[in-house]
């Protein structure tokens, strides 16, 4: 498959900072593609809402998109989802000049510019959530002025599965919702992944901090979720809390207290994992996967957590990954667990990573999905 060529779109910057899950599976996913057809057979489209001051190697292409409210909701009454027409152009004559035997779009809610490309062009579609459930959680949980743009991607996520050459979900749950909303199946289930990159060496160093720990960047499930957990379970429990994630010194004001320390954006979360006695995972609604289950379970960290934040992983089984789905819950769960905590690694829980969320365990999977003598068309 060295020859093929392929064009990966997406709305993330995969070559900037790395600061939340979903970015973290872009880069996971760019990273696969390299693997299987050669980093130079792998062409990248970016689309970005902020200007790009530093120099762009030269299979990286970057489509500058108007990210202010009155044109995003402006594109949103409109059917699409913050992609105005004429970038809709521009994308497709990029791929179409390119003429890529693989077309792999980062995500599910690209609008109608993909029925422009040509049809000898295969078309991937990695699906981060099923985003008509997740913009309808915004639209519960956070305000009624997401109704657009809900029903502007519940019509191009649509339109998008069902004309793709293969669908990709995280987990099973996506993949049942996937074809129940739009008579989609899908082609693989590919889990989020990691790299390992835990060392034995900094763990042992570390000094426990007897804090637990909250890792999650600024938006409307881990906002929702931490306020939540802070107001309704931490006032009960002989613990302190560390809230590490981009954008989430925001809450410094509101949150910030005796029992919580409210750290937002750091470059590199693993010296907060190797000193965290616990991490805690109060996610009230979402879709796809939570990339931090899987750095927790890297890092072999006992977990407290809600079903939506263990969707998708096989720990059901795993003592040191406790379900709580209610305030009393976290409460007891975590109190039992101060008395009797003994450890900061789980070899069991890294084990059950090693074996399931490692990324080389993803990679024949996603490359007998491609190959034709598997089944593939490519």
């Keep these: 498959m060295k020859n093929q060529k392929v064009v990966f779109i997406t709305k993330g910057n995969l070559f900037g900072p790395i600061q939340t899950g979903g970015l973290q599976c872009t880069q996971r996913n760019y990273q696969l593609l390299c693997h299987i057809f050669g980093e130079e057979q792998v062409e990248v489209g970016i689309l970005t809402e902020t200007p790009v001051e530093k120099k762009v190697p030269p299979h990286v292409h970057y489509f500058q998109n108007d990210g202010r409210p009155v044109r995003v909701y402006w594109n949103y009454l409109r059917m699409r989802d913050r992609i105005p027409a004429s970038l809709g152009r521009e994308l497709a004559a990029f791929v179409n000049e390119r003429k890529p035997d693989l077309l792999f779009l980062d995500g599910s809610s690209y609008c109608g510019w993909t029925r422009k490309l040509h049809p000898s062009i295969k078309k991937m579609v990695f699906c981060h959530n099923v985003e008509k459930e997740y913009i309808w959680g915004w639209v519960r949980h956070q305000n009624w002025l997401f109704l657009p743009r809900f029903f502007t991607v519940w019509r191009n996520e649509g339109r998008l599965v069902r004309?793709?050459?293969?669908?990709?979900?995280?987990?099973?749950?996506?993949?049942?919702?996937?074809?129940?909303?739009?008579?989609?199946?899908?082609?693989?289930?590919?889990?989020?992944?990691?790299?390992?990159?835990?060392?034995?060496?900094?763990?042992?160093?570390?000094?426990?901090?007897?804090?637990?720990?909250?890792?999650?960047?600024?938006?409307?499930?881990?906002?929702?979720?931490?306020?939540?957990?802070?107001?309704?379970?931490?006032?009960?429990?002989?613990?302190?809390?560390?809230?590490?994630?981009?954008?989430?010194?925001?809450?410094?004001?509101?949150?910030?207290?005796?029992?919580?320390?409210?750290?937002?954006?750091?470059?590199?979360?693993?010296?907060?994992?190797?000193?965290?006695?616990?991490?805690?995972?109060?996610?009230?609604?979402?879709?796809?996967?939570?990339?931090?289950?899987?750095?927790?379970?890297?890092?072999?960290?006992?977990?407290?957590?809600?079903?939506?934040?263990?969707?998708?992983?096989?720990?059901?089984?795993?003592?040191?990954?406790?379900?709580?789905?209610?305030?009393?819950?976290?409460?007891?769960?975590?109190?039992?667990?101060?008395?009797?905590?003994?450890?900061?690694?789980?070899?069991?829980?890294?084990?059950?990573?090693?074996?399931?969320?490692?990324?080389?365990?993803q990679e024949e999977r996603l490359r007998a999905l491609l190959e034709p003598q598997t089944g593939g068309n490519l």
């Design 163 to 361: 004309q793709a050459d293969y669908v990709i979900c995280l987990n099973q749950r996506d993949a049942h919702s996937l074809e129940k909303l739009y008579g989609r199946k899908a082609d693989l289930i590919l889990p989020i992944s990691f790299s390992d990159r835990f060392e034995p060496e900094q763990a042992a160093k570390a000094s426990g901090s007897g804090r637990l720990l909250f890792v999650g960047s600024y938006f409307a499930p881990n906002v929702d979720g931490l306020r939540w957990f802070c107001r309704q379970v931490l006032p009960h429990i002989p613990w302190s809390l560390d809230v590490v994630g981009k954008g989430m010194e925001q809450l410094r004001e509101e949150l910030a207290s005796e029992k919580v320390s409210v750290i937002g954006g750091v470059p590199d979360l693993a010296a907060y994992y190797y000193r965290a006695e616990a991490v805690v995972m109060p996610v009230l609604f979402g879709s796809g996967m939570k990339v931090k289950t899987a750095e927790a379970l890297q890092y072999g960290k006992a977990i407290f957590a809600t079903r939506e934040a263990l969707e998708g992983y096989q720990v059901q089984d795993l003592p040191a990954v406790q379900e709580c789905n209610s305030a009393e819950a976290f409460i007891q769960a975590l109190t039992a667990f101060r008395a009797a905590s003994s450890r900061r690694v789980y070899p069991e829980n890294r084990q059950r990573f090693l074996e399931l969320y490692e990324t080389s365990r």
